[in-house]
C-alpha cells in the first residue's frame, strides 16, 4: 500500500471525448508526476507538478493537460481522445529533493473506443 | 534527448542462478538512477534507488545495483534468484535538465523456472 489513490479504476471511453483521471497524493508528498504505460511497455513520462506548477513535461501534445491543487491531488485531463490513448495511466507522488523516493498508485485503465 | 535503455527484453532463469539485468541512460549531467518491480497484477514498488555516495546500492529482496558513472550504467544483480522474483523490472532515471524528467527503460520480463 503506497497511500497514493487514483480514481477511476477503469473507464471506457468514445474516440474525441475529453476524459478526467484523479489522483490522492501520499500524505506530506508536494510533487506528483503522470505516466502513461501501455501494454507490454514501460511507464512513459507525461508531466510533473510540484507545488501546483507544471516543472517537467514528456513529449505529450498539449491535448494532455494536468493541475495540482492546494492538497497535493492532482488531475490528469485529456482531450479530443484517440484510439492510441487506450493504456494504463499512473499517478506517482514523492516529496521534492534528493534522496526521495517515487510511489506509485495503481494506476487508471482507459479504453477508447 | 534523454534515453534509458535495458538490453534484455526477456529473461529466463533457473532458481539459485544469478541475474543481471543491464541499464543505460544517455546524458551527461545529475541523474537520479531507480529500478522498480511490477509483479503480476500489481503496482510497480521500489526496489532500489542511488542519488549520490556509495555507488553500490543495495535494495530489498537481495536486489543490488551498481552505478558506474563513466559507462552511464546502473546494472541490476542478484546472486541467486528464487521463483518468486518472477515479474517485469524497470530502470527509472530522472534528469535534471532545468525540469525534471522521469524516463524509464522498456522493461525486463523475468521469468524463474523452479
Known amino acids: 500500500e503506497t497511500g497514493v489513490t487514483q480514481s477511476p479504476t477503469h473507464l471506457i471511453k468514445t474516440r474525441g471525448q475529453q476524459v478526467t483521471l484523479r489522483c490522492s497524493s501520499q500524505?506530506?508528498?508536494?510533487?506528483v508526476s503522470w505516466y502513461q504505460q501501455a501494454l507490454g511497455q514501460g511507464p512513459q513520462f507525461i508531466f510533473q507538478?510540484?507545488?501546483?506548477?507544471?516543472?517537467g513535461r514528456g513529449n505529450f501534445p498539449p491535448r494532455f493537460s494536468g493541475l495540482q491543487f492546494p492538497n497535493y491531488s492532482s488531475e490528469l485531463n485529456v482531450n479530443a481522445l484517440e484510439l492510441d490513448d487506450s493504456a494504463l495511466y499512473l499517478c506517482?507522488?514523492?516529496?521534492?529533493?534528493?534522496?526521495?523516493?517515487?510511489?506509485f498508485g495503481e494506476g487508471s485503465w482507459l479504453t477508447v473506443v | 534527448a534523454q534515453s534509458v535503455s535495458q538490453h534484455n527484453h526477456h529473461v529466463i532463469l533457473s532458481e539459485a542462478a544469478s541475474l543481471e539485468l543491464g541499464c543505460n541512460y544517455s546524458?551527461?549531467?545529475?541523474?537520479?538512477l531507480f529500478w522498480y518491480v511490477q509483479y503480476p497484477g500489481q503496482h510497480l514498488q521500489l526496489l532500489l534507488k542511488?542519488?549520490?555516495?556509495?555507488?553500490l546500492v543495495k535494495g530489498i529482496k537481495g536486489f543490488e545495483a551498481e552505478f558506474i558513472k563513466s559507462k552511464f550504467s546502473f546494472n541490476l544483480r542478484k546472486p541467486s534468484v528464487q521463483w518468486s522474483d518472477t515479474a517485469e523490472y524497470f530502470c527509472?532515471?530522472?534528469?535534471?535538465?532545468?525540469?525534471?524528467?522521469?524516463?524509464f527503460g522498456a522493461g525486463t520480463r523475468l521469468f524463474v523456472k523452479a
Open positions: 546524458y551527461g549531467g545529475t541523474v537520479n
Open positions: 506517482a507522488s514523492s516529496l521534492q529533493g534528493a534522496g526521495n523516493t517515487i510511489y
Open positions: 507538478y510540484y507545488r501546483e506548477e507544471e516543472n
Open positions: 542511488y542519488f549520490s555516495g556509495d555507488p
Open positions: 527509472a532515471v530522472i534528469f535534471n535538465t532545468g525540469g525534471f524528467k522521469t524516463i
Open positions: 500524505s506530506g508528498h508536494n510533487t
